[in-house]
């Protein structure tokens, strides 16, 4: 072997070591953070899960081998023997997805405890549960118990706990206080009123009051008791405010109304101020355009819009009067001339930004101002 065989083979060694290590200390941290992740009573209800889901699958086992009917009675019959504890214990929590690890964890813990269960000579009518959870591990509680000494949690008349609207604090295990933790809409330290803002139905149950009211005693905005802001009471009804009635936004922005508010958004770049969404709802122009229609446009554009609306007006006229030239020679060839002229009227306005008839209107409100 050479001089630097031996550092070599070290180092491989090391190197083994360290990975090994690792997923040693991998495995670890596993093993604790899948066990944090339950509390004590969850963690022994996946194990007696397990047990008895072991305890099914081993139901028609029996012994191998030999004269069966001897070995049953000279020995235990299989059903509550060693053999099948054995194999309950050998199967025991390999069929879990989740909290697997936690599962071997206690499984390890309570092992004796579990033999002591299985040749107890009455445990076929002990809860394996009850037995190890409750009574012997003491990790959970009976149902509707909580805590230390497994006290009661609250009940109503009916014997509903938390009324029958939240859960007790630390039900079914030795941890928590029994304090009542209502779900939403709910109060009151059996759960037995509605919360604010919430009120009670003929069935008891506790809705949520309408957006508009500041409490209320039923259902719908007639209901308030007073308003929230942005709304305002009106013949008993709360009704929303329209804020958008005042110059609520300022600048390059346009109001739009919601219930109980409002918005301010950003006009058309086209614009400098609006009155709301889009190109053609402009209030006032920058210096180099126009005001037209709503919208922002420059004086070249305006006069070619105005050029081409007096050519299609000039062309109308011209059709016009050729069809009442045709009406003296003949009434039903004006006719199909006047549907055509109509049609082709139709098909060229319909894809005008700007119709004849709004171009001539706005003209005309300009000249007589």
């Known amino acids: 072997m050479g001089i630097f065989e031996i550092p070599r083979i070290f180092f491989l060694m090391l190197l083994l070591f360290c990975v ?3 997923k040693l ?3 670890d941290s596993k093993y604790s953070r899948d066990s944090k992740e339950l509390n004590e009573c969850r963690r022994c209800k996946v194990l007696t899960d397990s047990f008895n889901t072991w305890l099914e699958k081993t139901s028609r086992g029996k012994y191998e081998g030999g004269d069966t009917a001897w070995e049953e009675a000279k020995l235990k019959s299989y059903a509550r023997s060693e053999v099948r504890l054995v194999e309950i214990q050998e199967g025991l929590c390999s069929e879990l997805k989740i909290h697997q690890d936690a599962c071997y964890a206690i499984a390890e813990e309570s092992e004796q405890v579990l033999e002591k269960w299985w040749f107890n000579k009455d445990s076929v009518s002990l809860d394996l549960y009850t037995w190890l959870c409750i009574e012997n591990l003491q990790h959970c509680c009976p149902s509707k118990h909580y805590g230390e000494a497994c006290e009661p949690c609250l009940q109503d008349e009916h014997n509903h706990v938390c009324a029958g609207h939240g859960r007790c604090d630390g039900a079914g295990t030795r941890k928590g206080n029994g304090t009542c933790i209502c779900k939403k809409g709910y109060t009151g330290k059996l759960c037995d009123e509605c919360a604010e803002s919430f009120y009670q139905t003929s069935t008891g149950s506790c809705e949520v009051c309408h957006k508009a009211c500041d409490g209320c005693s039923g259902e719908g905005a007639a209901a308030c008791d007073s308003c929230n802001p942005g709304w305002e009471m009106q013949s008993g009804v709360c009704i929303d405010i329209d ?6 936004c ?4 346009y109001c739009s109304n919601t219930e109980g508010s409002y918005k301010c958004n950003e006009c058309d770049l086209s614009c400098k101020t609006c009155a709301g969404e889009g190109s053609s709802n402009c209030t006032s122009c920058e210096s180099a355009s126009v005001l037209w229609f709503g919208m922002c446009i420059d004086n070249e554009l305006k006069q070619n819009i105005l050029t081409s609306t007096y050519k299609r007006i000039a062309m ?7 069809t009442i030239f045709i009406s003296h020679t003949s009434r039903s060839i004006a006719s199909i001339v006047v549907l055509i002229i109509a049609i082709l009227m139709y098909f060229l306005e319909r894809n005008l930004k ?3 008839l709004d171009v001539l209107t706005q003209t005309l409100n300009e000249n007589f101002k």
């Open 25 to 27: 200390n991998l495995r």
């Open 243 to 248: 804020e958008c009635v005042d110059a609520v």
């Open 354 to 356: 700007m119709n004849t």
């Open 316 to 322: 109308y006229v011209g059709l016009l009067i050729i």
């Open 20 to 22: 090994s290590s690792k």
């Open 250 to 253: 300022e600048g390059h922005y």
